[in-house]
């Protein structure tokens, strides 16, 4: 059983940066390919960025060269750091893990992200 635990959500003006971190327990984390997901009310969730146990990433569209994802294999973390922040970057941003392997997956609960002025 993997468990996730997402922080460092909360309220910033347009154009301001937050860091988000999520934190598994319970795993070997170079046997997980990481991402981040989020979902905004009334739209599906979409990921957001991934990284796999090597540190390849990949960035939705919408990122833009704005956010970065990284990956501290030896403390089991997954951080996204996001600059030029829009109000339509509000949502919830959720942790995720899948198991290299065997495709098993985890979410976090989830962490609250409001860009506003």
């Known amino acids: 059983q993997v468990h996730l635990v997402e922080s460092g959500g909360g309220l910033v003006q347009p154009g301001g940066s937050l860091r988000l971190s999520c934190v598994a327990s319970?795993?070997?984390?170079?046997?997980?390919?990481m991402a981040w997901y989020r979902q905004a009310p009334g739209k599906k969730r979409e990921v957001v960025a991934r990284?796999?146990?090597?540190?390849?990433?990949e960035y939705n569209d919408f990122v833009e060269g704005r956010f970065t994802i990284s990956r501290d294999n030896a403390k089991n973390t997954v951080d996204l750091q996001m600059n030029s922040l829009t109000p339509e970057d509000t949502a919830a941003y959720y942790c995720?893990?899948?198991?290299?392997?065997?495709?098993?997956?985890?979410w976090g609960q989830g962490t609250q992200v409001t860009v506003s002025a």
């Open positions: 995720y893990a899948m198991n290299r392997f065997n495709a098993v997956s985890y």
């Open positions: 990284i796999d146990s090597g540190g390849g990433t």
């Open positions: 319970g795993r070997n984390s170079s046997d997980y390919v």
